[in-house]
């Protein structure tokens, strides 16, 4: 069943067209690499299935839902995990849960069940009561992947998941991310880590400059380096058009996926 699905969206900051007629779908039970470079439009397009910013054309569904005009019931149904942001340094990761079981209506002992079992499944129950401002980064990003599943959602959307943690705790959140996928949720993860992608996704899409250039599932990576693909599709776009593709250039005539994706 389709969890996540946006058919041709567009999107312009100013000049700059960050999104070139993307579309992209991911399943419940997939766990959806979405793979590029700096700049190819990631979190644009993270944003926009968020309800977090709109679109200027295309089509969304996220849960039944329409991120562009249903953004509050969007965000109330996923989980969100944007690159490189801390939990607020005056709380410590328990008071931090607290407010988030709140804001996503969950009673007290559902927040400390689930709060106990993330803790000990990252590893980092030890410092539930330390202020966030004196956790290492790593810590941090631990507690923001548990915020991210807190209200258990059918669709989680991450930004580089394993940024800022050790080789053992990597393993960890990839095991976490493999299973809660594996329990029918969609998984979207937005990473420029080939690796990382190959390692752990069901399904990768490249994205470049803001559009899916190409498309794997899993059992295609042996015969098929995802490396190869990644350089074959990202390396023949033209870097002065890559980074700032103005609004105003005539790129729409080479806007057809090689990968028919
Ligand atoms: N608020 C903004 N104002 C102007 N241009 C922007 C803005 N946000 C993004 N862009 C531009 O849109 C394009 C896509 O940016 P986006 O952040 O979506 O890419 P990305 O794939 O997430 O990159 P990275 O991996 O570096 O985070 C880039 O050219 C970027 O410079």
Not at 41 to 65: C, F, N, S, W, Y
Not at 114 to 122: E, I, K, S
Not at 166 to 194: C, G, M, W
Request: proline share 5%; aromatic share 6%.
């Amino acid at each position: 069943m389709t969890a996540i699905s946006a058919k041709n969206l567009r999107k312009t900051y100013g000049e700059v067209r960050a999104l070139d007629g993307l579309s992209v779908a991911v399943d419940r039970g997939e766990l959806y690499g979405f793979l590029g470079p700096n700049g190819a439009g990631k979190t644009t397009t993270m944003e926009i299935l968020t309800g977090q910013l709109r679109p200027d054309a295309g089509h969304l569904e996220v849960l039944g839902t329409d991120p562009s005009m249903e953004p509050v019931a969007t965000r109330e149904r996923v989980g969100i995990l944007p690159e490189q942001l801390s939990p607020p340094s005056f709380l410590t990761p328990r008071e931090y849960f607290d407010f988030v079981g709140r804001v996503r209506d969950l009673d007290e002992m559902t927040v400390r069940d689930r709060v106990a079992t993330w803790a000990d499944r990252l590893g980092y129950a030890g410092t539930l009561d330390t202020l966030c401002a004196d956790l290492s980064r790593g810590q941090q990003q631990k507690v923001m992947v548990t915020q991210a599943f807190l209200h258990e959602p059918a669709a989680v959307f991450i930004d580089e998941p394993l940024a800022n943690l050790d080789p053992i705790v990597q393993e960890r959140v990839k095991r976490a991310l493999r299973e809660y996928a594996a329990a029918d949720n969609a998984v979207f993860v937005s990473t420029h880590n080939v690796e990382v992608a190959q390692d752990i996704c069901t399904r990768v899409g490249i994205v470049s400059d803001g559009r899916i250039v190409a498309e794997r599932a899993a059992e295609a990576f042996a015969e098929d380096s995802l490396l190869d693909v990644f350089l074959e599709t990202v390396e023949t776009a033209d870097p002065a058009d890559s980074a700032g593709q103005t609004a105003t250039s005539d790129s729409d005539s080479a806007s057809s996926p090689p990968g028919g994706a």
